[in-house]
């Protein structure tokens, strides 16, 4: 077995990274909030609220491929759910949720060049300049 942790806890100060870090957690914090804002019928509906917020951590203590679950996991969960419960609006939603989560979950690494996602400085900035436009036009 390796030494090497499962998350990391992130040192708490006023630095650009930890503010970004701390930022994205609140976002999903957020949106954590707004889905639980309906009420719940049943314990199903409590499924998204935690996952959610189960994705904010993760990210939050920068546990090991935590970017890609979140950007492809709940989408994926979301089309199996949808699928399972007979509501195919959920398969459209979940679209929308890799255009919405994908770019929360990588900006933040993108703006401090964060080591793990392997880009050279040139590839990184060019990506980074993408997800802006995008913001910009949306």
Do not use: C, H
């Amino acid at each position: 077995m390796s030494d090497t942790p499962l998350y990391k806890m992130p040192t708490i100060d006023l630095s650009p990274k930890f503010l970004l870090k701390l930022s994205q957690l609140m976002i999903f914090l957020v949106i954590t909030y707004w889905v639980s804002q309906g009420g719940t019928e049943n314990n199903i509906d409590y499924l998204i609220p935690a996952i959610m917020v189960g994705a904010g951590l993760a990210l939050f203590l920068s546990v090991p491929n935590a970017r890609m679950g979140v950007t492809l996991g709940i989408p994926l969960l979301m089309v199996v759910w949808g699928l399972a419960t007979g509501e195919n609006d959920m398969i459209f939603f979940a679209i929308f949720m890799i255009l919405l989560i994908g770019p929360i979950a990588y900006l933040p690494a993108m703006t401090t060049g964060d080591s793990t996602l392997d880009l050279d400085d040139e590839t990184r900035l060019q990506r980074l300049g993408i997800l802006w436009l995008a913001f910009s036009i949306f």
